[in-house]
């Protein structure tokens, strides 16, 4: 028997997190039909050597067998919601190497690519041989920081091929040369990621430039993704106020603010307020910041609840939030209060483990008071209506 989910856990604490009939679950391993343990990341079973594909409406990886038609596939085994009739990612043939499925069963007109590869608007030119392994580790870390956002039902229309005007859609660029760099943002639905982020050698480089303690492909990801969620979900919406009383006037000039800490650094109280150095330079970046903090903590708490990793069977005594720090109109308190404790012991245990290996801080934060209510904010602003 597979372990539950975080969306059972949640649900066993009596919170009111229901998974609704047909919601996903942020899973991570999952079962093959012949026993073995299987991940998010896999396409063929290394035991049974049987088909594997990932079902980004079940959130599931599942085994799978060739379809009488040519490139059509079927559900290996008995799974309740799965379509009749699938194709694989076109990209699973690309160095993208995606392992997800596209349903056709009901779809007139189904798509070549997948939920994630179809919120591609430019790939980076793949008749550059390296460009094909940092394209690969891009759409790796984008696949799973996207599964999180379908299993949460936040919208994730691609602005390519499906909704135009309040789509997202990304642009995977490599700079030509020093003079033209490819920066990597956020602009009204766009995402552009310059490349050589996936390149580590260059990434750490550049996190020991900047003074980061964490600089990762999913992180990125997550942090351009809130700001395209700010956009949908704050502005012009009744979640404005609560907003701007927690995280500041968004008004205030961002350009001013971004040359300020260029030139300045961080407010130097940062560590108080802030789950990040980056997020006191503006309340947007702040937001942006705090919802890939927030992302960081489900989709890894996620993981350890599939895997039956408690923590409440940690021993290790740490502090908790109490209510208190929470965001007063917010929802779901007493669950968001366990998963936002379960968190800090999880990273306490994961940090001593990482010391171990001699490796640096798994989790190289230190959480602020003051940023409880923002989380707790951006849980309830998820939990609410935004279809
Ligand atoms: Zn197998
Ligand atoms: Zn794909
Ligand atoms: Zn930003």
């Excluded at 691609?158 to 030509?176: C, H, I, K, M, Y």
């Amino acid at each position: 028997m597979s372990s539950p989910s975080l969306f059972d856990e949640l649900q066993s604490q009596h919170c009111d997190i229901q998974p609704e009939e047909g919601l996903p679950r942020l899973q991570r391993t999952y079962q093959c039909r012949c026993g073995n343990a299987i991940f998010f990341r896999n396409s063929f079973c290394l035991n049974c050597h049987s088909a594997l594909g990932y079902e980004p409406y079940l959130g599931k990886v599942i085994p799978i067998d060739p379809g009488s038609e040519p490139e059509t596939w079927t559900v290996g085994v008995q799974i309740e919601g799965a379509a009749a009739l699938y194709w694989r990612c076109a990209n699973v043939k690309t160095a993208a190497a995606c392992n997800w499925l596209i349903p056709l069963s009901g779809v007139d007109n189904p798509q070549p690519f997948c939920k994630c590869c179809r919120l591609n608007r430019t790939i980076p030119d793949l008749s550059i041989p390296e460009n094909k392994s940092l394209w690969a580790s891009i759409e790796m870390a984008k696949r799973r920081v996207i599964s999180a956002l379908i299993a949460l039902r936040l919208p994730t229309e691609s602005r390519v091929t499906e909704d135009p005007q309040r789509g997202l859609a990304f642009d995977l660029l490599r700079s030509v040369d020093s003079s033209h760099r490819v920066l990597t943002g956020h602009d009204d639905g766009l995402i552009t990621l310059n490349i050589e982020e996936a390149d580590d050698a260059k990434r750490e480089q550049i996190r020991k430039r900047m003074r980061e303690p964490y600089r990762t492909l999913v992180g990125h990801l997550r942090h351009e993704v809130g700001h395209y969620y700010w956009d949908r979900l704050i502005d012009g919406t009744q979640n404005l106020n609560a907003y701007r009383e927690l995280f500041g006037d968004e008004r205030a000039d961002y350009e001013q603010a971004l040359k300020k800490n260029y030139e300045q650094g961080p407010q130097p109280n940062w560590r108080s307020l802030y789950v990040s150095s980056y997020a006191s330079v503006h309340p947007w970046e702040d937001w942006a910041e705090t919802w890939a903090h927030y992302m960081h903590m489900l989709d890894t708490l996620s993981t350890a609840s599939s895997v039956g990793l408690r923590a409440d069977s940690v021993e290790l005594s740490v502090d908790p939030f109490t209510s208190a720090a929470l965001y007063q109109d917010g929802v779901d308190k007493e669950c968001f209060l366990s998963l936002l404790n379960s968190w800090v012991k999880l990273t306490a245990v994961l940090n001593e483990l990482s010391r171990s290996m001699g490796q640096p801080d798994f989790y190289p934060f230190a959480l602020p008071y003051a940023t409880v209510a923002k989380l707790h904010f951006i849980h309830s602003v998820i939990r609410g209506d935004h279809s």
